[in-house]
């Protein structure tokens, strides 16, 4: 059974850097064509796409943050990390992290969800 | 970068009916790469449909997608009082998420 599940600071300060850790059970971020996403919800607003991880390190980001973010793995210890630089109070939201599944023919999903962690932004 | 519009952002219907909500994109996408998800409140998203058409495990039948290009659209054929949510759709060649539609009681 996958499970994911984020961890981190409640409250970070203006300016500040936010690390995010998605801790993962059930498989393993070395097998070819695994990725881990990490998608973002202000409160009461709509899910926003931040970045992904494959197996391969190869990483992808929101065009949006691509300078602000970073993401990346440790496989031995079953996690994958988010760094956000220069938080601002807009950046106050639930980030969760997922597991990206490949269905076959091309198709891929956001198959099973960490319950997310909340982060809040403020002096 | 992908734009979702998600155009109804409320959608006010009662049990038994149907209801549809519709995604249109920006530029052509696979129909490969289109997911769609439900979400509660405090709740994670829940995947429901991808590659367009494909229920996730789990999912009853009463839930179905379609489509093609850019217009995608999520049918719940008879709405049960657990269906009541918000639902995203999300397409997975630059990964961008439309704004949501809630469905509400009415």
């Known amino acids: 059974q996958i499970t994911l599940k984020e961890s981190g600071p409640m409250l970070v300060k203006p300016t500040q850097t936010l690390t995010l850790t998605c801790s993962i059970s059930?498989?393993?971020?070395?097998?070819?064509?695994?990725?881990v996403g990490w998608i973002r919800q202000p409160p009461g607003k709509a899910l926003e796409w931040l970045a992904l991880?494959?197996?391969?390190?190869?990483?992808r980001y929101s065009p949006s943050l691509i300078h602000r973010l970073t993401v990346s793995k440790d496989t031995s210890k079953n996690q994958v990390f988010l760094t956000m630089t220069n938080m601002d109070p807009v950046d106050t939201a639930t980030y969760f992290c997922?597991?990206?599944?490949?269905?076959?023919?091309?198709?891929?999903?956001?198959?099973?969800w960490g319950p997310g962690t909340a982060v809040a932004v403020s002096s | 970068e992908i734009v979702l519009t998600q155009s109804a952002g409320t959608l006010s219907l009662s049990p038994g009916e149907r209801a549809t909500l519709s995604c249109r994109a920006s530029?052509?996408?696979?129909?490969?790469?289109l997911v769609w998800y439900q979400q509660k409140p405090g709740q994670a998203p829940r995947l429901l449909i991808y590659?367009?058409?494909n229920r996730a495990t789990g999912i009853p039948d009463r839930f179905s997608g379609s489509g093609s290009g850019t217009d995608f659209t999520l049918t719940i054929s008879r709405l049960e009082p657990e269906d009541f949510a918000v639902y995203y759709c999300?397409?997975?060649?630059?990964?961008?998420f439309g704004q949501g539609t809630k469905l509400e009681m009415k």
């Open positions: 991880i494959f197996w391969d390190d190869d990483t």
């Open positions: 590659g367009a058409s």
């Open positions: 997922a597991h990206r599944e490949y269905f076959g023919d091309l198709m891929f999903a956001f198959d099973v």
């Open positions: 999300q397409q997975f060649s630059s990964w961008t």
């Open positions: 530029q052509s996408v696979s129909s490969n790469y």
């Open positions: 059930g498989f393993s971020l070395s097998p070819s064509g695994v990725a």
